[in-house]
T-cell receptor
Framework: AQTVTQSQPEMSVQEAETVTLSCTYDTSENNYYLFWYKQPPSRQMILVIRQEAYKQQNATENRFSVNFQKAAKSFSLKISDSQLGDTAMYFC?????????????FGGGTRLMVKP | KAGVTQTPRYLIKTRGQQVTLSCSPI?????VSWYQQTPGQGLQFLFE???????NKGNFPGRFSGRQFSNSRSEMNVSTLELGDSALYLC????????????FGPGTRLTVL
């Protein structure tokens, strides 16, 4: 079974600064997908970024980028130019594609507060 | 395209009752997954439906069941509610391929008294 660990329960950052959220995972699989989801106070889970394990290039989406270290089983999220709207819970998730269906395994989450 | 919708958004039930939650996926999506979110256990996978068939199941008791209709809409049922079933229930849809991204609805907040 896969496990996902987010070691930072809470973090804060000043507006316009950069913050990095950590995520490690444990798997024996070689082909898998990793995600960061954001859950603001409204509780709607929003996809931030997706990374395919077979791709060496780190994924980026505007101000969001990841540092994917496959050998170290590490998948951190960097948020540049933090904005007040980035305040939310951030969840790292692992997905192993399988004929039995795909399911997400989530980490415990990191609560990020962006301060003005 | 409209996003994933879930109804109702809030529910209050008492122990022993049963409840049905509904999820309408993004148009064209054939897979619907359900997750339970609680402060203590975090986000846990309940089950996934694809083309009206349960394709995958998490480690939950048989009181939790679901189904999917031909239009891909899904319902989740919890029978004989317990206090510990109080949670945010999230539904996610995807196109149905094994590598597809899941997109979440706003959730249904269930409170069991």
């Amino acid at each position: 079974a896969q496990t996902v660990t987010q070691s930072q329960p809470e973090m804060s950052v000043q507006e316009a600064e950069t913050v990095t959220l950590s995520c490690t995972y444990d798997t024996s699989e070689n082909n898998y997908y990793l995600f960061w989801y954001k859950q603001p106070p409204s509780r709607q889970m929003i996809l931030v970024i997706r990374q395919e394990a077979y791709k060496q290039q780190n994924a980026t989406e505007n101000r969001f980028s990841v540092n994917f270290q496959k050998a170290a089983k590490s998948f951190s999220l960097k948020i540049s130019d933090s904005q007040l709207g980035d305040t939310a819970m951030y969840f790292c998730a692992f997905m192993k594609p399988a004929y039995a269906g795909n399911m997400l395994t989530f980490g415990g989450g990191t609560r990020l507060m962006v301060k003005p | 395209k409209a996003g994933v919708t879930q109804t109702p958004r809030y529910l209050i039930k008492t122990r022993g009752q049963q409840v049905t939650l509904s999820c309408s996926p993004i148009s064209g999506h054939r897979s619907v997954s359900w997750y339970q979110q609680t402060p203590g256990q975090g986000l846990q996978f309940l089950f996934e439906y694809f083309s009206e068939t349960q394709r995958n199941k998490g480690n939950f008791p048989g009181r939790f069941s679901g189904r999917q209709f031909s239009n891909s809409r899904s319902e989740m049922n919890v029978s004989t509610l317990e206090l510990g079933d109080s949670a945010l229930y999230l539904c996610a849809s995807s196109e149905g391929g094994y590598t597809d991204t899941q997109y979440f609805g706003p959730g249904t907040r269930l409170t069991v008294l």
